[in-house]
Nanobody
Framework: VQLVESGGGLVQVGGSLTLSCQAS????????MGWYRQGPGAQRDMVAT???????VYADSVKGRFTISHDIAQKTLSLQMSSLKAEDTAVYYC?????????????WGQGAQVTVSS
């Protein structure tokens, strides 16, 4: 499985940005995808996830500002970010998890830098 992110960049506080992730390779019918981010000197944290069945989960810090969406046929994952804050600055990673047995397989994209400036 390969994950390729696009759409990162520089945006001002209060602005909007959309990240996209294209998945390819052998993907099962049941899987989860999502976005994680890692700020400078910080750990990698979950931002939003989607799983087969359409269930989405958001970190409290982005609820009401970010929207995750997934095109099942195209295997693309998007993250619409609005009302961006300086603390949203981070490298954003696309993530996919799948498998029939534990431990589940996990895959990561190369990361996309999002910088929110004031």
């Amino acid at each position: 499985v390969q994950l390729v992110e696009s759409g990162g960049g520089l945006v001002q506080v209060g602005g909007s940005l959309t990240l996209s992730c294209q998945a390819s390779g052998y993907i099962l019918n049941y899987y989860s995808m999502g976005w994680y981010r890692q700020g400078p000197g910080a750990q990698r944290d979950m931002v939003a996830t989607w799983r087969t069945g359409g269930v989405s989960v958001y970190a409290d810090s982005v609820k009401g500002r970010f929207t995750i969406s997934h095109d099942i046929a195209q295997k693309t994952l998007s993250l619409q970010m609005s009302s961006l804050k300086a603390e949203d600055t981070a490298v954003y990673y696309c993530w996919l998890q799948q498998g029939h047995i534990l431990p589940l397989e996990e895959y990561w994209g190369q990361g996309a830098q999002v910088t929110v400036s004031s």
